[in-house]
């Protein structure tokens, strides 16, 4: 036999023999009609387990990580309010079920067998994966929760007192609720999760309100590496302005009353707790991992003798809450009744196509109120001097302050938040005056960590707030890019659009900078980002078009619910000059505050027939260079900027080319993984025959004279024209 017919066989001749676990005996406030209800909790997350690997077994089901061993957690859910949003481990099976029973009408057993049998009925991911979620449980889904969920956490945390001071119209969190998220003791040691702990503190000891409960379940291994022991209490119990708890999970009256103080705690001094709980793991980690290639059976049988659900049974019989026989009795009553409704629900039906697959990916549009327009008054009083100059042509980076602050006056659920974006005002000087403006709760100025501040984006979304988070380069992402593609991107499409992060992504970025250079500083590769499906991705190259192109990456991400990265060329921030000194030709005076640029809408400049430059950012300033030299060769060319980077616009750009037979793409991105390679397919697809490119090498940016030594130029741009002129075949 397997482990968990072991588990079953004991279950079901120790249960009425008697041969329980010993403990201490029942105390505290949990009463024997919620005692009752957490064992019937319990009994039916082992059910599940034992269904789930029964269904893969015979190719029903095709994901078998269980709960068995960790269904303590339903006590923890008893202790909390179904409206508190919890960020789940993926073994609180049990958790999720007491929960539905804290809500009428939910068919738990049904709604999770269709999960496990990608049905795309299940009411969670719609087939996708096997997940624990459910919109009207506030448990957003999770597919793999190495820690990955607890930067989020902490925003969605830290959003309830910011929605106390400034409600967003989307507002989903209660003002006296709290924020849980659980998570194994292997994943504690996971840098995100250190991260997001830290996080915690360094506000808390602040007095910064953040209602939250971490909830470490403690079974003493990772898959096969077992956690050192006292490991947990010894890392946990002294972190400043984080209160410890501990209770052991195998006892369910220990866990509630702990549970109940640690939640009161975070409700009522709205500050962080850690509750350490002590599990056990039966069976292996996952699917066919067996524990007993990696640990003696004497290790195996002693986690097995200390089965949750038996100790349940002896505090049950101790409280006269339910007897031995009775509780064995539930115990296959349940079972039962979960293979029936498993042999229905293998029947349902599944994703059957692409189409299906991928429908989710776009979250659904929302209705926004229509913000009034600030008043003239109000406008002067905000942008002071600023209001006289916005005649005036001006440099990308200021035009984008302005369009921060007229957008942040239209709309108040904005929050803009990163390293040195308040009091500094950014590196480069794009968010001055924006804390002035708005104060700290609305221009969050972050400790040093790219996870955190997307985590608390994600988080903030999670609760009617429209982020804008900023990354101050481009190379800093990679310290955090899971949290845009495991945890952002993937949310609308495992939660079948339930469940959204709207945001936009502010990153100054890509190549040309002279004296503040090197790789960290210059990075001009957007790979990490291209190929995350859902996401948006924006690049202006005028300072005109940043403005209107952020209006509508505000739009998108308030309207629409999309992950929206807008991508400023570091390069052209402070840029004035076009062809020479002083000539002022790459400033631009500030849109009507009615205009903006629409999703997939390219910009053509020129109207020539002899040659199409496809470009963005940088490229198209340097293009415009070449378009002058390559005028007084008698090139006819015309510029198009794409813009829009991704989803690519295809349609646009094939209209805009459609009368042009030679086209030249530049792409300051490497040239491997870059724009260039999908536009050379698409207008090779279309039919297109003088196709060309240049890109960047496949390099490193240094610092010093060699700055751009490895990017596209004015003359790179001239000479490929001219040879591509030439090509008569």
């Not at 269904?55 to 960790?70: D, P, V, W």
């Not at 999720?96 to 269709?114: E, F, K, S, T, Y």
């Not at 086209?663 to 297109?688: N, P, W, Y």
């Amino acid at each position: 036999m397997d482990r968990a017919e072991i588990v079953h066989q004991n279950f079901l001749t120790r249960s009425v023999d008697g041969d329980l676990p010993e403990g201490p005996p029942p105390s505290g406030r949990l009463s024997a009609e919620q005692a009752v209800s957490v064992y019937r909790a319990q009994v039916l997350s082992r059910a599940l387990d034992r269904t789930s690997r029964a269904m893969q077994k015979a190719g029903q089901g095709f994901y078998t990580i269980g709960s068995s061993g960790h269904e303590g957690m339903a006590a923890v859910a008893q202790a909390l309010r179904p409206d508190d949003m919890a960020f789940l481990h993926y073994r609180d099976a049990a958790f999720q079920i007491a929960r539905a029973g804290q809500v009428p009408g939910q068919n738990i057993a049904w709604d999770m067998l269709l999960s496990f049998a990608c049905s795309s009925e299940d009411p969670t991911s719609g087939g996708r994966h096997k997940v624990l979620g459910s919109k009207q449980l506030m448990i957003p889904p999770q597919t793999s929760t190495i820690a990955s969920h607890l930067p989020k956490a902490v925003g969605a945390a830290y959003s309830i007192g910011a929605a106390r001071r400034h409600a967003p119209e989307h507002r989903v969190l209660p003002e006296d609720g709290l924020v849980m998220c659980s998570f194994g003791d292997a994943s504690a040691n996971h840098s995100t999760a250190q991260g997001a702990i830290n996080t915690a503190c360094w506000a808390s000891v602040q007095s910064t309100p953040l209602p939250l409960l971490f909830v470490c379940e403690d079974n003493g291994i990772g898959i096969s590496v077992k956690t050192p022991k006292g490991w947990i209490a010894a890392s946990m119990s002294h972190r400043p302005g984080l209160r410890y708890f501990f209770a052991d999970g195998l006892n369910i009256h220990q866990t509630y009353e702990v549970a109940c103080e640690a939640a009161q705690y975070v409700r009522t001094q709205r500050k962080p707790a850690f509750l350490h709980i002590r599990t056990v793991r039966l069976y292996g980690h996952a699917g066919a991992d067996v524990p007993t290639t990696y640990l003696t059976a004497a290790e195996v049988e002693a986690d097995e003798a200390n089965d949750p659900l038996l100790h349940s049974v002896r505090l049950l019989s101790e409280a006269d809450a339910l007897s031995r026989q009775a509780a064995r009795d539930v115990y296959v009553e349940t079972c039962a009744r979960v293979e029936r409704i498993r042999q229905e629900a293998v029947t349902r039906p599944h994703l059957k196509t692409a189409a299906d697959v991928s429908a989710s990916l776009v979250p659904p549009h929302r209705t926004c109120r229509n913000d009034m327009a600030p008043t003239p008054e109000k406008r002067a009083e905000i942008f002071g001097s600023d209001l006289r100059a916005q005649t005036e042509p001006q440099p990308m980076s200021r035009l984008i302050n302005w369009a921060l602050t007229d957008l942040m006056l239209e709309h108040g659920e904005l929050i803009a938040m990163g390293e040195d974006v308040g009091r500094k005002g950014g590196v480069y000087g794009v968010t001055q005056k924006l804390q002035q403006r708005f104060g700290p709760d609305r221009v969050i100025d972050t400790l040093l960590d790219e996870q955190s501040i997307l985590g608390l984006a994600i988080g903030m979304g999670h609760n009617g707030f429209v982020p804008i988070p900023e990354i101050q380069f481009l190379a800093y992402l990679h310290n955090a890019e899971d949290q845009i593609r495991g945890e952002a991107a993937t949310l609308p499409f495992f939660s079948n659009g339930q469940f959204a992060n709207p945001m936009v992504l502010r990153i100054a970025g890509l190549g040309y900078q002279k004296g503040f250079g090197g790789h960290f500083h210059n990075d001009n590769s957007l790979a990490v980002l291209r190929d995350i499906p859902g996401i948006i991705i924006a690049c202006p190259s005028d300072g005109a078009d940043a403005v209107m192109m952020l209006r509508e990456a505000v739009r998108l991400a308030r309207e629409e619910q999309r992950v929206v990265v807008f991508l400023e060329p570091i390069a052209l921030y402070p840029m004035r000059d076009l062809h020479q000194a002083k000539d002022g030709a790459w400033m631009r005076t500030y849109p009507p505050n009615d205009s903006r640029i629409g999703l997939g809408e390219v910009g053509v400049h020129g109207d020539g027939t002899d040659l199409a430059i496809i470009t963005y950012g940088n490229g198209r300033y340097l293009s415009a260079q070449a378009q002058a030299t390559l005028t007084q060769q008698g090139v006819d060319a015309r510029i198009v900027d794409m813009r829009w980077l991704a989803p690519l616009p295809k349609e646009a750009l094939l209209k805009a080319t459609k009368n042009v037979e030679r086209i030249l793409i530049v792409d300051e991105c490497r040239t491997t993984g870059s724009q260039s390679e999908g536009l050379l397919a698409m207008f090779h697809e279309a039919g297109k025959r003088h196709v060309t490119r240049i890109a960047a090498e496949d390099c490193f940016i240094p610092t010093g004279p060699a700055y751009a030594t490895t990017l596209p130029s004015k003359d790179g741009i001239v000479d490929a024209a001219l040879r591509l002129m030439e090509d008569r075949s």
